[in-house]
């Protein structure tokens, strides 16, 4: 799986038969529509797709969470790591399963503060 060298839609034809997979980042690949994009080149060219985080809030995770079930890997839990996340949406389970929030959009909601 590449991670740093598949940043772009741009990346993706220069690794076709150089490696197996891709790792997108909605933080740095600029958003949903590229990461989408993104998906559908490396899936024109065979490879293998994981989403992939930084140490982000809720809403970069549950924004990326929506595009989990048209990739092979999904290493979505970055937020577990942030102690004052301001927000609540994504959810992962006991068996590690992704559960989006019911809400509209993201299905992300504000955490009312202290």
């Known amino acids: 799986m590449t991670d740093e060298s598949s940043l772009t839609p741009a990346d993706i034809p220069g690794l076709w038969g150089c490696v197996d997979g891709i790792n997108i980042k909605l933080v740095k690949c600029g958003g949903l529509r590229e990461a989408l994009k993104m998906i559908?080149?490396?899936?024109?060219?065979g490879l293998k797709i994981m989403l992939g985080c930084m140490i982000e809030s809720s809403v970069l995770i549950s924004a990326a969470a929506q595009l989990s079930p048209?990739?092979?890997?999904?290493?979505?839990?970055?937020?577990?790591?942030?102690?004052?996340?301001p927000f609540r949406g994504?959810?992962?389970?006991?068996d590690a399963k992704l559960i989006l929030g019911k809400g509209a959009g993201l299905g992300v909601t504000r955490v009312k503060s202290a």
């Open 40 to 45: 559908h080149l490396a899936r024109a060219c």
């Open 70 to 85: 048209l990739v092979d890997y999904a290493d979505l839990d970055g937020n577990l790591l942030v102690t004052d996340d």
């Open 90 to 94: 994504v959810r992962i389970d006991r």
